[in-house]
């Protein structure tokens, strides 16, 4: 029984000077890890932490007063707008797969067989995402002036159309919000696109052309499965981003005309700044964060099946 | 060795990063010389931005260090901004003391940001000085929580160049004032008929500017009935507003094309001469000369026109709050700061010379100065004593710059709970109403009269 004891303490003894030889070993690259973790603590989780926290809060400013339960969330969940906002949200990421989705990968197959130029069109490609996402906004929201001397209209007026009402037609604001938010950012996702289609193995194209295929073929049997794995995650990516959207209607609309563009974070924003309601505001973000929640499993589930098939 | 020698340099980088983010986590040392009552005082100019007013404010700091070298005055250029303003306040980074329009207090005194003044603004005086119209911007709950730095009240602001151009002028050239809201329907059609241009607008996004107009009309919004607040703005009287509004837009066709207003929307379009008058705080000329360089020439204004229930204006300004971490010390510095700068009491002959200079370099930039301000003083010593101070710098044309005060004028604050979030839910209806010809009004008004209760009355109060 003694000896037992003795064994297993000395394969413990064993086990921790491995561990600490371990350490010791890797020790350059624990410390290297050490700023990104402590700026992940204080950027990414302490927030959410507070977040969730005041979530459960009635608040005074960002000081948790006393314990509220479920209230917040039960405030913000029957109030008028609330559905309204969730489903606007719905409407901006499905516009933004329709209007913005593909476009970056059209994009980045037309900048591959580009042969002469390609530096300038890249850089045209990629030049709106230099530009800051307010500017952006507000430079659209100028475009879209609804008066016969707005620049579209102006265009439109030539060609004997118009003049139209842009972002106050009500069932148009959240798709030509959503043709900014393409514009804005379809350049970056179109160079990781390109990237990937960079890498495609070469022999495979000159296999395709001596079996005949046309250039549609390659493109279907070639290129489309080589990045489809990638497409799968930006996709979710970008659902998970548009969910989120704010910045925009906040610049173009304000949220109107009568809430039509007011999306779930605009409606954080309105408590946390406007109404200085931070406990509702944080049980929105909650509220949001389950959604996206739900979306990325049903979104895992529905690619892992088709994968399977 | 070579790796060795890398492998060290790499440690010590990481090791100074790490020590960086760690120490910027930690507070500052506080600023200033111990012996001395320190107090950041908000608003400060940026030299580059703005050198006139910094000039200014220079000349008050240096009088603040003669009269009072016990206290060391520090700058901070923080302005308030709803979007910045909370996260500044709860890290402790807002100054001493700081600016923010009336329609914020009460939110800010909610949140627990403001400190209680009370006390000294009772030992300085203001709580008798002032005016009961502008005492009720900063007072919350019976307490004093800000000291009115100015106040406006709406009125109605005029292009007299569209007017001109739609014969809209007497014989002295001074713009023909609507008195009444079908005057001003049908100045609006003539303006429109005659330049092609806007003849009215107002600021879809804010329900603040149309609150004269509804009150005008006899609107009452909320009431409270033992202890309870109750909407009350599904009436006739919100119907008849609504009916208004959209006969401007469908039967008149008198409003702008773009109907999604916020406040500098409005205040671009008349100062380029798309639109011929609007409602517009008093505040507003300046503002719209040194952002587009409208001429003072090309303004004109007049009382709001009177409605059924009369003709009520609406009341606002900027306060100065204090940090509630202020100790009593500083806020006795904040107030004898606010003496020195001219905004106390008594102005003695030193501080008037100050107020000269500031009209001085207003003079200086064209901005439009007149002796038709509304006063937040009762007393009339220290309104004649600023009366004399811009005389010699009085520039505008009296005929046309009309006081927007007149003795039918009634005069109200903004209603008592809930105003921000009502605002929304009145520039919700009218921007279904603007855009959707067909749109239901008695239901739009009474489905926003519920929605008001539900979400915000029964939940906040």
Known sequence: MKSDVSISKSRIGIHNSMMSDKIKRNITGWLMLLPGCICFLIFVIQPMIVGIYLSFFETKGFEAVRFAGLQNYKDVITDSLFIKTVWNSVSYTFWSIVIGGFTPLIVAMMLNEVVRGKAFFRFS??????????????????LFQPDANGFLNMIFGKLGLGPFQWLQNATMTIPLINVTMAWAGFGGTALIYLASLQSVDHSLYEAAEIDGASFWRKIWHIQLPHVSGLLKMLLLMQIMGVFKVFQQPLAMTGGGPNNASTSIMLTAYNYAFSYMQVGRSSAVGMIAGIILCGFSILYFRVTRKKDSV | MKMKIVKSIALVLVMSMCTCLISACGTSKKEGDDSKVSVKIGYWPQKDVSPDNYKLYEGYLAAMNEKYPEIEIIPDHYEYAADTFLPAAASGQIPNMFRVPFTEVSKIVKAGYAADISEKFKEFGFDTALKDSVLDLVTVDGKYYGVPYNAYIVGMIYNVKLFEEAGLVDEEGKPIYPTNFEELRQTAITIKEKTGKAGFTFPTNSGWMLMSMAWSFGVDFMEQIDGKWTATFDSPEMINLMQYISDLKWKDNVLPENILLAVKDVQQLFATDQVACTYAPTDWANGMISAYGMSKDNISNSPVPAGPAGAYTQIGGDIWMVSPDTTS?????????????????????????????????????????????????KEAERVEQIKKAKEEYLNVDEKRWNTVYSDNLILRAEEPVDAQQLYQVISSIVQEILTNQNADIPALVKQANSNFQRDFLDKNN
Do not use: H
């Open chain 1, 125 to 142: 490609a990629y030049f709106p995402c230099i530009i800051p996402g307010i500017v952006t906004a507000i430079m659209w929201k100028i």
């Open chain 2, 329 to 377: 010390e500083q806020m006795d510095a904040i107030f004898k700061w606010l003496d020195i700068r001219g905004n106390g009491l008594k102005l003695d002959d030193s501080a008037i010379e100050r107020q000269k200079e500031r009209y001085k370099t207003q003079y200086e930039k064209n901005e439009a100065i007149t002796n038709m301000d509304f006063s937040i003083f």
